[in-house]
């Protein structure tokens, strides 16, 4: 009897801490959500339209609120507060149910996403298969959209976002791939702790290989992502806006809405899975400095990349549909599963990685920012000689 008692005690204590960890995920989980992914989000949609202004000579929002900051708040406020229209021949029930869908893919991404050390929502042993399917909820709410729109130009929308993330996982997958094989495994924190804070034992400075892995992941994810130049499923010049052309107020917002945070989402993975991450030097003993520090390592690494994308919609054009099929089964595919396949050789070779590969691979990148760098200050002393204005 007594050791009936003593082991019901324990399976009571034992569900009372599960049930604690979890009201704890939960907890964090909201704060993560409500707290920073949510405006995050916001900001980043007046970031990129300041970035695009600046990039284009404009001025960009400038009125509410210091350097236009409180203008996403406004716009958000504005389309809570339109009329919530759902046309007559729509399918009601599917309709109303779409843009929820989109957000949830996009929301239940960040639980496996890792923001320090000790700052992640569940540290899962598959944390980047589950951010990977997670993330192609999306596509599922996108189509629900548009076949529900019962209007060609939505349906059109929703069948390009469906051909072009099923194909594009492919090259996303064969990019991560390597990034498995140089870890032993599949968890987000993981991959990261498989790095250093130092940028040579990066996983993209590798070898040849992994710093291609590492450009066809950006590429692919972009893809994913309907980011310019593969934003085909809006393409506004040719589908009005494509699976959203039916949707008003809240509902609309809530597309674009995951579209702004998936860059966020974006970086993140490219820091995780490729620069380390939230490493930082060993500076301190104190926790709470540490994962602030861990904290903005990760962050700025993302936003660096969020950037990046926001300066490609500027400059390059939208992509026709063959072309995105093209790239993605004639070149991505192929590039991919030479990475992988020469990534397994470099291991073979070499288990512990080669040093003097890792040096040259940090250089190389080094030097071709520095040639960038360089070309920029030419044009600026070049437009300066011929009495051009530039913008700022």
Not at 235 to 253: H, I, K, P
Not at 259 to 272: C, K, P, R, S, V
Not at 312 to 331: E, F, G, N, S
Request: hydrophobic fraction near 55%; aromatic fraction near 14%; include cysteine.
């Amino acid at each position: 009897m007594q050791e009936y008692l003593t082991t019901l005690l324990g399976g009571a204590e034992g569900l009372a801490l599960e049930v604690g960890y979890l009201l704890g995920m939960l907890a964090f989980g909201a704060i993560v959500v409500f707290g920073f992914i949510l405006p995050v989000a916001g900001i980043t949609s007046w970031l990129e339209r300041r970035v695009w202004a600046r990039m284009q000579s404009r001025i960009g929002p400038n009125r509410v609120g210091p350097f236009g900051f409180l203008q996403w708040l406004a716009d958000g406020l504005k389309n809570l507060l339109k009329e919530d229209v759902i046309p007559t021949a729509v399918d009601p029930r599917l309709f109303r149910i779409a843009p929820y869908v989109v957000v949830v893919g996009f929301v239940a991404a960040f639980v496996a996403v890792p923001f320090g050390a000790n700052l992640i929502i569940a540290d899962l042993n598959i944390g980047i298969l589950y951010v990977t399917a997670a993330t192609s909820l999306v596509v599922v709410g996108i189509l629900i959209a548009g076949w529900s729109s019962n209007n060609k130009w939505s349906m059109l929308g929703g069948i390009r976002s469906a051909t072009q993330i099923v194909s594009y996982e492919i090259p996303a997958g064969l990019g991560i791939f390597p990034v498995v094989l140089l870890s032993g495994t599949l968890s987000m924190q993981g991959i990261i702790e498989a790095q250093g804070w130092q940028p040579w034992n990066w996983h993209m400075f590798h070898s040849p290989f992994a710093l291609a892995a590492f450009l066809l992941f950006f590429v692919s994810a972009l893809a994913e992502g309907n980011r310019t130049p593969f934003d085909l499923p809006e393409a506004e010049s040719e589908l009005v806006a494509g699976f959203a052309t039916e949707y008003s107020g809240m509902r609309m917002l809530l597309f674009f809405l995951a579209e702004w945070g998936n860059l966020y989402l974006i970086g993140a993975l490219m820091a995780t899975l490729y620069m380390g991450g939230w490493q930082v030097p060993p500076f301190t003993e104190n926790a709470v400095l540490l994962g602030v520090a861990q904290f903005l390592s990760i962050f700025l690494k993302s936003c660096f990349w969020v950037f990046v994308a926001m300066w490609i919609r500027a400059t390059l054009p939208r992509v026709r549909v063959d072309q995105l099929m093209t790239l993605c089964w004639k070149y991505l595919v192929p590039i991919g599963l030479v990475c992988v396949l020469g990534t397994a050789v470099t291991m073979v070779v070499a288990p512990e990685g080669i040093l003097g590969l890792r040096f040259a691979m940090f250089g190389l990148v080094v030097l071709v920012i520095a040639n960038f760098f360089r070309r920029v200050v030419f044009h600026l002393r070049r437009a300066k000689g011929m009495g051009w204005t530039i913008a700022g």
